[in-house]
């Protein structure tokens, strides 16, 4: 897959950021707003598939880490355990354990859930962009092997 | 009403062509109609948060399902024409229809759901937890264990994912490890 | 009372680390998980000593039982942590050499401790939704573990495996489903005691009894239901084999089934029939369908269904007896069941081969392989002083003293054409002299040897003092499961909101 | 009541796609269309007639009706789970086509019973 044509990745270029910032709204006003850390967390991934599909598998393995991506889906699931352990030093598993929750309906408020969004958010978002390219690029050395 | 019963046969249609129709690529997207069919129905029956998330993934998953169709069974497949499995399973599913009826008329009558437990989130959530956000509040105070295991069950379809996408799954014992692609 | 949540934290924090201890510290990742499951399973052996006021429920968040989720750790659930955490350590401590034969060993641990998060979270759970979502990480990550050599059999099998278990998912979730219409609440307690309400032959909690039985069934390879296993079982790495066979098919079909059917439903005698005829079926199919195989690994993929079968029936029963029966057979067939599989994994593994007919002899090249499957075999065979006889002998006793004399017959003639089956085995594999293939063979290394020699011993000391474990163990865990229904409504009355 | 067996029914068309249909691809849309039935069964359980959205705003406060959050939540989890579930099956599929070259199922079949 080398990419589609020139219309595409230069609209792409305008569309993507807008996306992705558009999912990371989402994973913020969580506790506000319909959606979360899930639903955010997809938009997200979506917005770098966007960019693969339009500027092509060979060209988004060089300019994405891999590496980058495994790590931060653990560190995603570490983060959100942790904020479940840090629960403990208040007597409990998962405990809400700010005592002031915050001004209902303001960016800062409902304790831990805020943080907990963002850890799903970039636990799902690097998971699942993870599975895609897994499925994608084993496609493309596939090919390969054929030829 | 009369818009889910319209939407939910809308649904049942396409559900119906997506298995029915011989070609993948179709059978795909009969089911993504299904999928904006879903979306739209949690709209009606006031679940926005479900809404979004069944719309951004149902994308991701017409993107992963067409991937893994294009170009690949071209060859159409034909299926047992066998009336002994058609039969059977009419007599199963009329069974579990007839069965489910019955149990479905000791349940509460549609759209008088009891709100035993869910009478406490509803009053308490923004007094207890500060979210505006009911569900949120649900997913990430009340229950937010369920939701470690929610990031764990998707932690463990991506880590089955990469494990089965390996180019080699056995080697020699002395033999070097392939570095992690 | 905090310390519960090593079970579930503590591997899941392997886990999500080992992805990326395993970039930098390959050495590391044996070392991590071995450590890890010795850690557990001490957790687990310090708990059934010194634990002196159980049962305990500890709201996870202070969120008391109806509102959040709970943990329960009763005598039941403490035996199944303390099964699947010992369990566990031999597996893991066989598989530092044995999974050198596969690439990318640090996606098979992560793959290792999920699962083992999954079953002690299913046995820990409190709450019925929980439970299905402990149920899917680990059959996600067997399914995943299953096709882990990606070769076209494992891929296969796995497949065939993974529809078969999301159709018993689905069918666990919308019994879920119609429970939490029924009641409105998803606490098992909770539930318990909106349910006592109800007759037991309503039309609703029958319909959910026969999803739920369908399901756990499949997830348990019962009869009707066992297509998947004998060949995701053989097809899987040993050290998952075992893991398949001595705990997945226990933890998330027959822990989670007896769970709900005691507890939340309380046992009446339809359900009691069924799984008795469940049982016995499985008990005969499983064993005449053992008999003609060739496959080392697939031929103990058979007894495990018929074992099941064993179990089913000892627990259907609903007396004292019968349940301890059942559960001490579950204790005693994940310990020589895994040991048998780590055997057939050894005996690949130094020889490449599984078909009986091209071993022989191999009992002077490998001893130590050669004498702990001696003993596990003499074990499901029921032989005397090991442990299997005596599980088997407090089932059929319950089964006569329940007045069920076929079932009670049966059993008998089933342990007999066991018995026949494993002497096959240990003549073709270990004590017959065709031809010396010695020369091929691979030398077994220390690590698998000591975890087979653990299992061997542990075998024998439950074997040899089966009265303390009986009295420590197995008799409070039965007694949870006697006190049916009666027992949630206590504890929800004890540690309830109001 | 009928618009729960209408969702039954989805449920047994996805049910006999996944059990009856040759096709490796097909199996994994039988098991889609079985999860939206359930998902849907869950939500529309906790339908309450007049109920409003379970997101409260300023002007929206404690003490009207609400349809009932809890079943959104345990849908929100049951939506994660099918698409691991479904990811991880059409990696199978994908590396089942790899091996044998075809979708066929009858073609795959190498194990015996």
Not at chain 3, 469 to 498: M, S
Request: net charge positive; with cysteine.
């Amino acid at each position: 897959m080398n990419g589609m044509s020139l219309i595409v990745k230069r609209v792409t270029r305008y569309t993507v950021g807008l996306i992705l910032l558009y999912g990371i709204y989402i994973v913020f006003h969580g506790h506000l707003t319909p959606g979360g850390g899930f639903a955010g967390g997809v938009i997200i991934a979506l917005s770098f598939i966007h960019l693969v599909l339009a500027f092509g598998i060979r060209s988004a393995k060089k300019s994405i880490p891999k590496r980058l991506i495994s790590i931060g889906e653990s560190l995603g699931g570490l983060l959100f355990l942790c904020i479940g352990l840090i629960g403990l030093t208040g007597g409990f598993f998962f405990l809400n354990f700010f005592a002031k929750k915050g001004e209902p309906f303001t960016l800062l408020s409902a304790g831990t859930i805020p943080l907990c969004n963002i850890a799903i958010g970039l636990k799902v978002g690097t998971g699942l962009f993870a599975i895609f390219m897994a499925l994608a690029v084993f496609k493309l050395t596939k090919e390969e092997d054929k030829q | 009403m009369l818009e889910l019963y319209l939407v939910m046969a809308f649904m049942l249609i396409g559900a119906v062509v997506a298995v029915g129709l011989r070609g993948l690529l179709s059978s795909v997207i009969a089911v993504g109609a299904i999928g904006l069919g879903l979306c739209v129905m949690f709209l009606l029956l006031k679940a926005p948060d479900l809404a979004i998330t069944q719309l951004v993934v149902e994308i991701l998953m017409l993107i992963i399902l067409i991937r893994a169709t294009i170009g690949r069974g071209v060859s159409r497949i034909k299926d047992r024409s066998s009336v002994w499995v058609f039969i059977s399973f009419f007599i199963f599913s009329a069974a579990f229809i007839l069965a489910a009826s019955m149990a479905i008329k000791e349940l509460p009558m549609f759209g008088q759901e009891l709100m035993k437990v869910s009478k406490f989130y509803v009053d308490n959530a923004l007094l207890k937890t500060g979210a505006a956000n009911i569900v949120t509040s649900i997913i990430l105070d009340f229950r937010a264990y369920d939701t470690l295991g929610e990031t764990t069950v998707l932690f463990t379809s991506v880590i089955g994912v990469l494990a089965l996408m390996r180019r080699k799954g056995r080697k020699k014992i002395n033999e070097r490890d392939e570095p992690d692609s | 009372m905090n310390a519960i949540v090593v079970f579930v934290a503590l591997p899941l924090f392997a886990a999500f680390s080992l992805p990326i201890i395993g970039r930098f510290w390959k050495r590391g990742l044996d070392a991590v998980s071995l450590l890890v499951t010795a850690l557990l399973s001490l957790c687990a052996i310090y708990f059934v000593i010194f634990s002196n006021s159980l049962p305990q429920v500890y709201p996870i968040g202070f969120w008391p039982p109806p509102l959040g989720i709970s943990w329960l750790l009763d005598s039941l659930s403490l035996f199944m942590l303390l099964v699947i955490n010992l369990i566990t350590f031999f597996v893991s401590m066989y598989s530092i050499n044995y999974m050198e034969q596969y690439t990318s060993k640090w996606r098979y641990y992560t793959l290792l401790m999920l699962m083992l998060a999954g079953l002690n979270g299913v046995v820990l759970s409190g709450d019925i939704f929980n439970l299905y979502i402990f149920l899917e990480i680990t059959a996600i990550s067997s399914y995943a573990l299953v096709a882990f050599g990606t070769g076209a059999e494992e891929l296969e099998a796995s497949f065939k495996y993974m529809v078969l278990g999301s159709i018993a998912s689905a069918f666990i979730l919308i019994g879920i489903a119609f429970l939490y219409a029924k009641t409105s609440t998803l606490n098992m307690f909770d539930m318990a005691s909106v349910l006592a309400g109800s007759p037991f032959n309503s039309a609703s909690l029958l319909f959910v009894s026969a999803l739920f039985i369908t399901g756990f069934g499949i997830k348990a390879a019962l009869v009707p239901f066992h297509a998947w296993l004998p060949d995701a079982h053989p097809t899987a790495p040993a050290p998952i084999s075992a893991m398949l066979s001595g705990l997945v098919i226990k933890t998330i079909g027959i822990y989670a089934l007896v769970r709900i059917l005691f507890n939340v439903f309380s046992l009446n005698i339809i359900t009691s029939e069924i799984l008795l005829t469940l049982g016995g079926i499985s008990m005969f199919v499983g064993v005449i369908l053992a008999i003609g195989q060739w496959d080392f690994k697939r031929l103990l993929a058979y007894h495990s269904i018929s074992q099941i079968g064993y179990i089913i029936c000892g627990i259907s029963l609903g007396t004292p007896l019968g349940i301890a029966g059942g559960l001490f057979h579950l204790f005693n067939h994940s310990v020589f069941k895994s040991l048998l599989f780590l055997n057939a994994g050894s005996v690949e593994y130094a020889t490449g081969t599984r078909d009986l007919k091209k071993l022989s002899g191999l009992q002077e090249s490998m001893p130590c392989t050669s004498w702990t499957s001696m003993i596990a075999s003499l074990s499901i065979s029921g032989v005397p002083p090991l442990c299997g006889f005596w599980s088997k002998l407090i089932i059929i006793v319950a089964l006569f003293q329940a007045g069920k004399f076929f079932y009670g017959a049966l059993a008998i003639l089933v342990g007999i054409i066991t018995l026949a089956s494993f002497l096959k085995v240990q003549k073709y594999v270990f004590y017959r002299e065709i031809e010396k293939i010695t020369s091929k063979i691979r030398k077994i290394p220390a690590f698998m040897c000591l975890a087979m020699v653990g299992l061997a011993v542990l075998c024998i000391l439950i074997g040899v003092g089966f009265k303390p474990v009986l009295n420590k163990l197995i008799n409070p865990a039965a007694e949870v499961l006697v006190k049916g229904r009666g027992y949630f409504i206590e504890l929800l009355n004890t540690y309830g909101a109001n | 009541m009928i618009i729960l067996l209408m969702d039954i029914v989805l449920f047994l068309i996805g049910f006999y796609a996944l059990v009856t249909k040759r096709n490796l691809i097909k199996k994994v849309i039988g098991f889609g269309i079985m999860e939206y039935a359930l998902n849907l069964f869950f939500i529309l359980v906790g339908y309450r007639v007049e109920g409003q959205a379970p997101i409260l705003s300023q002007n929206n406060l404690i003490g009207d009706i609400f349809v009932d959050p809890l079943p959104q939540a345990l849908v929100l989890t049951s939506i994660v789970i099918g698409l691991g579930v479904t990811a991880l099956m059409v990696s199978l599929c994908i590396r089942l086509y790899q091996r044998y070259g075809t979708f066929d199922i009858d073609q795959i079949r190498r194990l015996k019973g």
